[in-house]
């Protein structure tokens, strides 16, 4: 596929998304919405998948299988009460999809003996670091819709505190990832 004829589709895509968010924004044209941002994302998809020269489907196929029956086990059992507990879960599974994506990276390039440069390193951390954070973060959430912890919002004594040096400890990994 030509770059210009890529580029113009990822275009096409990203206004798919814009107006996409702009019909969620109103219950009146949420459902034009969603269907705009389903075809800027099917949109991507093929073009990402037709630029890339892949040759053996397989594993997408298979990938979409699953995807799929899982998607339509979830939408036929789950309740429109849970709707906010299953949104949890599934905003971690792309956090911890991030995370996975970007280690996957780190092997390659360990793998293909590529020297390793600071850019790279950083995106690769930052992606697992945000991962993460959206993993553990939608995982707190989840449990707190689902009742299974109880709990004001309140939080510990000194729990501001214990953040902070959490966040220091994982940027001085990062730091120390990226630097070796």
């Known amino acids: 596929m030509p770059a210009q004829l890529t580029n113009i589709a990822y275009l096409i895509a990203s206004v798919l998304f814009i107006y996409g968010l702009k019909g969620l924004t109103k219950p009146k044209t949420a459902r034009r919405g969603n269907v705009l941002s389903a075809v800027g994302m099917l949109v991507a998809i093929i073009v990402t998948l037709l630029q890339q020269e892949i040759v053996d489907f397989t594993w997408i196929i298979i990938g979409l299988v699953v995807g799929s029956v899982i998607g339509t086990v979830f939408a036929v059992t789950i309740e429109m009460t849970a709707m906010p507990q299953l949104v949890a879960i599934f905003n971690g599974f792309g956090g911890i ?18 020297p390793f440069h600071s850019d790279t390193m950083i995106a690769i951390g930052l992606s697992v670091f945000i991962g993460m954070v959206t993993f553990t973060g939608s995982l707190v959430a989840f449990t707190k819709l689902q009742e299974l912890v109880k709990g004001n919002g309140l939080g510990a ?3 501001q505190i214990f953040n902070a040096l959490i ?9 120390v990832f990226v630097i070796n």
């Open 167 to 175: 966040f220091i400890v994982a940027l001085f990994a990062l730091t």
């Open 97 to 114: 999809a991030s995370a996975i994506v970007a280690l996957t990276e780190l092997i390659d390039i360990r793998m293909d003996h590529v």
């Open 157 to 159: 004594p000194l729990q």
